[in-house]
């Protein structure tokens, strides 16, 4: 962790506990915001540019939803506008939300993740039976994760983000794991039903090219260098 973190808070904008659990890891204090948008409406032609793009409505959302916020408790305080003819002059300069006037910066930080197979992307199964074809597929073959790291510092309105990808191989998964892993479910709710990390599939593994932090959707030296130069 940077020396200089207990002089900027963070919010993380993902509702994952393994994003949470990544952060904190990382030795980060945070609090946790969601953002409400329809990923299934935003379409890009590659999975790099795919996680850019939801990242960065997830951050759009989330800022929209913290200005919302503000807003309600400006409003609940009177306010009193001089000379009005310049107040189209005036109004775009004055701070935008208490994270602006803060004395230290506060970054955002939104995320995305698909899974890669064959060349088609894979995000959050629709059903156990597509969670089940997904992971049959795996099965002695591979997969890739691409994930997206997007920091926005709400002081400055600076915004700097990139994306990371892994590739994972596997050993053949007995039908019967399959089973257990569909019944205990965490799968069904993860971008291409793809847990590298749980006890189910591990064994499984054969070969991990790039970091398990990214495959659990938060790569750890992204995240870090995106902070510092949001900073």
Known sequence: MDANASSFKIILGSASVARRKILAEMGYEFTVMTAD??????????PEELVMAIAEAKADAIISKLQTIDNREKDAKPTILVAADTAEAIL??????HYKMDAEP??????DQVVVYEGMVREKPSSKE????FIKDYSGGHAATVGSVIITNLKTGFRKGGWDK??????EIPDEMIDKLIEEGTVLYVA???????????P???????????????????TERLIKEAL
């Not at 948008?37 to 590659?46: A, F, H, P, Y």
């Not at 597509?130 to 074809?133: H, I, N, S, T």
């Not at 892994?166 to 050993?171: D, G, K, L, M």
């Not at 291409?192 to 591990?202: K, Q």
């Open 204 to 222: 499984f593994i054969k070969e991990v090219v790039g970091t398990t932090d990214s495959v659990m959707g938060l790569p750890k030296a992204l």
């Open 106 to 111: 506060t970054l955002l930080i939104t995320s």
């Open 192 to 202: 291409g039903g793809l847990i590298i990390e749980h006890p189910l599939i591990l």
């Open 166 to 171: 892994v590739e994972i191989y596997f050993h």
């Open 92 to 97: 775009p300069k004055l701070p935008v939300g």
């Open 37 to 46: 948008i329809d990923e299934k409406g935003i379409r890009k032609e590659k």
């Open 130 to 133: 597509e969670a089940r074809q």
